[in-house]
């Protein structure tokens, strides 16, 4: 058995066959709220209980949402090899499937952290994170996201997995979001490159193989060929 080390880098198109919508359907709305009222540090400045509630909102969604088969394709490739998941998504679904290795780029939904020290990381205490819930410092908690003109703290770690990965799989991003977009270019040249996406994406690599489907036929083709493959 060939035990190889796989980067799946994915992104909102396989949650959105989760039922989970993404900001970039249609008319750039994010469940009919524009973007920079919502998810930028100027929107927590100006309304942080509108900010609060979206994030509620999009909390509840979550919870009432399932992994699909493209979350537990991804982890089924555990079976054989060694394998990395790096995601744009916020959800939890990666690791509801069964994912045991999970790098969230742009946060998680279900945790806040302190506006003081955003070290201080902890699990939001049930489905909703109100004004005046605070962290140990006594300092607001607010959504654990990464917001539209926050750095990206995880894409340093998220470049050296892919660099020393054997194989990079993208599933369900357009890779038009940078920094996450950057990503592909960390991968050695020479090893393979799998995309899973029914439409024409600007990228180009020697040893592509670009898989026109979505996400949740896409990856299970994929899983069970490299699974075989092994």
Known sequence: MVRERI????????SAESGL????????????HRVEDVATPQAWARDPALVLRFYDQRRAQVLAAAP???????????????VHVVTQNIDDLHERAGSSRVMHLHGEILLARSTADPRLVTPVNGPTLKLGDRCALGSQLRPHIVWFGEA???????ADLVA????????GTS???????????????GRPMHLIDPSD????????EHIKQKASIGMPMLASRLLDEA
């Open 175 to 189: 890779l038009q979001v940078y920094p996450a977009a950057g990503l592909v270019h960390h991968l050695p040249q």
């Open 7 to 14: 980067v799946v880098l994915t992104g909102a198109g396989v």
């Open 201 to 208: 994406v600007p990228l180009r690599a020697p040893y592509l």
């Open 21 to 32: 919508r993404t900001f970039r359907d249609g008319d750039g709305l994010w469940e009919e």
């Open 164 to 171: 020393r990965a054997d194989r990079l799989v993208i599933v």
């Open 68 to 82: 699909n088969p493209a979350h537990r394709a991804i982890a089924r490739l555990e079976q054989a090899h060694e």
């Open 152 to 158: 990206v703290p995880l894409i340093e770690a998220a």
